[in-house]
């Protein structure tokens, strides 16, 4: 992909001769869409960039801030396998990308394990009983396994033992889900966790790079152990991507959202935008579009509607939601972890972020420490319509509970919340999906999917990223390449990618 770009580039062969008449709408100025707003903007494509938060650029990808503290949704390491996308990042941010070295540990009962877990401290912290207990429950699961296991608990088991399924899978698995261990598909188990069992896992505990070996051992570690982070948080790298397409002539326009999608039964021709300070709509127009939109969103903005199964498809769609309470605790340190996962079962939160250890410029004040507390849920639900005080409140109490500060430690928190943080790909998604992109590449074809929700797949950045300049140069160039391949054709080492699993997982269960 980089090669044949470059090399189109640099031929000048196909950048748009017409480029005026190519201008394109995007719709949504998360990564996805302003990395096609600025490929564009590298082949001579003018572009307009809607985005309906009025204060924020990045998408899931922002900062925001609050008296000076920085707040990241969900951590936001910047590593990929594909280096278009890791210069991508060296061009727009340069020395403001930090290298950082990784720490996160799980919390379990009132101790630390290393993540990714390491045999000797996984037993010093289980104790000498607790481990004699772990050993039998897996030799009772060797010798009694289940049958054809259905679910993630008996597929868990089967390989672990139910003690350690109880310590290092269920309670964490059920948070991230909102759903029993009893009900998750036993499928996803085994697309997760791969042909790993306890034997095995021990094995690659006390040899952890034999398995890769070589430079490519080398390259897996580097993944493992650092990644890349913006001085001012993920928000800062999307910030400066939106100030040069401003300098190069490109409007990129906040507080501007999406509200119909028009189109003449072939193409689509405008779009209408309504401006969140004024309310009033202003119709887009444009010769191509792309979309970073949910698509279960997209799907009623359409003008006229499409067909009710299409519609069906849009629906049927469904996502997990996420939230942080950020907690600014007059501390130095409370952590040194980057991350933390709490599989403790005695509270709620899922996750908890130490923002100044991904980077000291995330706080003002280094006598002080911000930590966002995350918890997974559904929009609509206890969590999610929780007032704001409730939840800061919840979060104070969890980090007493946990013996991580005092409660007059807790200087302020504010709360943050993330609809659609998740794409679910349930046992229908791939259909509904099929459906719908099938239906839009026929009906309308200058309407291009693109991005996370944009596409419903489970992607990072990096591989939002590809989707969006696969499109532009299509766009740009006539090129014809597929964008819903690049989960495919990435050339990711899933496998390493795997080792160094956020455990929320990139993959997503289904129900049994
Ligand atoms: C908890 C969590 C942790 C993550 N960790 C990492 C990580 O460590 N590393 C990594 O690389 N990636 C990570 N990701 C993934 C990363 O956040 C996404 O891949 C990326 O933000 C997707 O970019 P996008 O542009 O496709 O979508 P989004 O970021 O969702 O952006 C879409 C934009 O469209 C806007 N929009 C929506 N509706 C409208 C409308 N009607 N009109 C106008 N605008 C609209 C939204 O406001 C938003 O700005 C993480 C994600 C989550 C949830």
């Known amino acids: 992909m980089r090669s044949e770009a470059r090399r189109q580039r640099s031929a000048g062969a196909g950048v748009a001769l017409d480029s005026a008449g190519k201008r394109t709408i995007i719709m949504g100025a998360g990564p996805a869409g302003l990395t096609a707003a600025y490929e564009l903007m590298r082949y001579g494509v003018p572009s307009v960039t809607l985005e309906k938060d009025a204060r ?13 503290y920085r707040f990241d949704i969900g951590g936001h ?46 037993l010093r912290n289980l104790g000498t009983v607790e481990t004699a207990r772990c050993v039998a429950s897996y030799a009772w699961a060797r010798l009694f396994p289940t049958r054809d296991p259905r679910t993630f608990e008996e ?26 261990t009893k009900e998750l598909s036993a499928d996803w188990a ?6 790993l069992d306890l034997t095995t896992a021990i094995k690659n505990a006390l040899s952890p790079w034999k398995k890769s070996g070589g430079d490519h051992g080398a390259a897996v570690r580097t993944l ?5 982070y913006p001085r001012r948080g993920p928000g800062e790298m999307w910030e400066r ?11 990129v326009a906040l507080g501007q959202e999406v509200v119909s999608v028009r189109h003449d039964g072939s193409r689509v021709t405008s779009v209408i935008a309504r401006d969140a300070a004024s309310g009033q709509t202003r119709d887009v127009t444009g010769a191509q579009f792309i979309s970073t939109l949910p698509i279960r969103e997209l799907a009623h903005k359409l003008e006229p509607a499409m067909p009710p199964w299409v519609v ?24 040194p972890d980057n991350w933390i996962y709490i599989h403790d079962p005695s509270v709620r939160v899922g996750r908890m972020q130490n923002f100044k250890a991904w980077s000291p410029s995330m706080t003002p004040n280094q006598d002080t420490t911000c930590i966002g507390l995350e918890y997974f849920c559904f929009e609509g639900d206890g969590l999610w319509t929780a007032s704001d005080d409730h939840l800061v409140a919840l979060a104070t109490r969890e980090m007493v509970k946990l013996g991580m500060c005092k409660p007059e430690d807790v200087m302020w928190g504010v709360v943050v919340r993330q609809p659609k943080a998740y794409p679910v790909y349930d046992g229908a998604y791939r259909r509904d999906l099929a459906v719908i992109r099938d239906h839009l590449a026929a009906a309308l074809p200058n309407l291009h999917l693109v991005g996370r929700n944009g596409m419903h797949h489970y992607n990072n950045q ?19 390449y597929d964008p819903w391949k690049v989960n495919t054709d990435a050339e990711y080492h899933e496998e390493a990618r795997l080792e160094d699993e956020d455990i929320s997982g990139r993959l997503v269960p289904s129900r049994a």
């Open 56 to 68: 924020y650029v990045g998408g899931i990808s922002r900062t925001e801030e609050r008296d000076g």
């Open 77 to 122: 390491r910047f590593f990929s396998k594909n280096r278009e996308v890791e210069d991508f990042w060296t061009e727009i941010l340069g020395d403001e990308m930090l290298t950082r070295r990784r720490l996160s540990r799980i919390f379990y009962k009132g101790r630390y394990f290393d993540y990714p877990l390491k045999a000797g401290n996984a």
């Open 155 to 180: 597929w868990v088991t089967n390989h672990f033992g139910h003690r350690l399924f109880s310590i290092f899978f269920k309670t964490y698995t059920e948070k991230v889900w909102g759903i029993s």
């Open 190 to 195: 085994a697309q997760r966790i791969k042909g």
């Open 224 to 228: 493992v152990d650092e990644f890349r």
């Open 241 to 251: 991507v939106a100030e040069k397409l401003r300098a190069g002539g490109n409007i």
């Open 312 to 335: 069906a498809a849009a629906d049927d769609l469904k996502y997990r939601d996420f939230l942080t309470v950020a907690l600014v605790v007059n501390k130095r340190e409370v952590f």
């Open 462 to 480: 990096d591989h939002s990223m590809m989707t969006a300049m696969l499109t532009a140069r299509n766009i740009a160039t006539g090129a014809t």
